[in-house]
């Protein structure tokens, strides 16, 4: 018999998908394909068909590359965190954060090889010959082991749902079956098989906190033990892996506002829990704000002069466009918004997260551009400006994001179904909203 | 001090300017460098601008830049910016810091009725005599030794793979702990 959590968690997986939907797999699809089309042009042309240079050898990949690893964090912090302090509303959303984990931190390892040139040599080499005390170094280990990780935090808590569609599967044959079939692990339900299966949680759930700070920790030194104005700072770590969490939460409310909408999931993505996660981005929002804060105000009175040209740039000069967009758009009004009790709605939450996600893009961009562009020595300056290949895969990069989803909520349930039935009585609202017969036809 | 050459070209010289009979507002701009160039000795950059009918341009900015070869390394750097005077003639003091064969380049921006100019002039440097060249002063070796960060980093990595084994070891087994539900 199955539970109405269960049917109304698993009808995207019977039902056959719209329109809609087949238009949006084509458009992204296409995405995808103009990002490969370019990265084909790129490796036989060369970097030269991007606006990367000697001077300014990083843009709009290493961009992404640290914007996607930000976006990991989404599944650290709402699965990892809030299921060590038993926050019982995370539930509904765990695998949404564990999904969009896992996927952006493929999409960021595939923008390095993409900054490289070259997709094999490059690595091999930095294998071979990379120096320990690099954090280039550390932060290849790192996100390594983070991806091992995430992918096995996003499967382990699959498997009592993988059982359920094994055993509900409607011919029990077929390719589709014997992925569940494996991916269930001869699960039956079996008390030291919870047990087991808590165990392995819980190990990786504290595991995975401190491996997420230290992927991120890794990318900040990457600048900050660079002897260059503005990346070289003492408060990197902590702002990247603050910054991180902070666009993380606004992509999950970005996709669960998504799911709500696309799919009629309000029963499980209730106004309480975009509520609760507005407290979470607008709490991390006013500390990367302080931090931001801090990071300019005391750059702005070094009196060392090859500080100023960098500082001018991202303030005045040529990026002030992108600095006054993620301050004012990306953090000043999506922090309005939540903060006031008439716009702290599903709406306004959105909204807020949409401009935080933008925001926290462009704020990726100030700090990699502008010090590049204004050089180490006296009277070199460079510019940049990303070419239509760099766009494509970029472009690439987003759509891949939405393309994974759409194809993992055609074949796993997208809420995880044993821990919304079996959640604690006082949390457990989704549950109790289905009870109430609040199912959406 | 060695003399002026500006007329004379001891050093190469070579002329660019826009086809006049195409575009009459083309502009002519000359770069002539001293000759005998050594390093940390400085040298007499002269910088001639013209006008289409030969006119001298006056007060107009002049850049100078240096071009940077290094292996497959290619950039240029900005030497100084000066301004011509009434004879549309600008100076400038260079002080080479590398031996060897390179180029100055003069650039003019242009204006409302004069189309941008450039020249280039090669020069070759020779190592100067009792003056060394620009030291660049060696990076020093962090404070911290270099080993330091193995003593927390790879302990640490190894604990987090120790746990994502234990993790996977517990999934592994549970195949295993199969039971009926009456048990459990």
Known sequence: MTSAVEQLAMRPLGERPGRGYWVLVAAMAALVVLGLVAWIIQLREGLGVTGLSSSVPWGVYIVNFIFFVGISYAGTLLSAVLRLVHAGWRRPITRIAEVVTVSSLVIAAVMIPADLGRPVIAPWQMLISGRGESPLVWDMVVLTTYLVAAFIFLVIPMIPDMARCRDTHPTGTGPRYRLYSWMAASWNGHARQWQRLERAMGILAITIIPVAILAHSAVAWIF????????????????????????????????????RRVFHLHVFFTERHFVRLGYILLTLNLVYMYFTFSEYWTIGYTVQADYQAPLASILSGAHAWAFWFAIILG????????????????????????????????????????????????????????????????LAGGAALVLIFLGFQRLFPVISIWEVEYGDEEDHVPAANVRNGEVPA | MRGRLAAIGVATMLMVAAPAAANPASTEVAIVVESGARTGEPLDVTITLSDASGDPVSEAPVMVLEELRFFDYHDVSTVGETRTDHRGIATLTYVPGRAGQGRLIAEYPGADELDPATDTAMITVEEGVGVVSPVIPATPDPLLPRGVTAVWFLPLLLAIWLAIATSVYNVLRIPAERGTAHEA
């Open chain 1, 331 to 394: 953090m000043l009004v999506p922090a309005a918004l939540v903060a006031l009790p008439w716009t702290r709605t599903v709406g306004g939450i959105t909204t807020a997260s949409v401009l935080v996600v933008t925001g926290m893009w462009l704020k990726r961009w100030i700090i990699v551009v502008p010090p590049l562009e204004t050089g180490m020595t006296p009277g070199s300056l460079a510019s940049y400006a990303p070419t239509w290949v760099e766009g494509a895969i970029t």
């Open chain 1, 224 to 259: 900050g033990v660079t002897p260059r104005p503005v990346w070289n700072s003492t408060i990197f770590a902590p702002y990247f892996v603050v910054g991180a969490v902070f666009s993380g939460t606004a992509v999950i409310v970005v996709i669960m506002a998504a799911y």
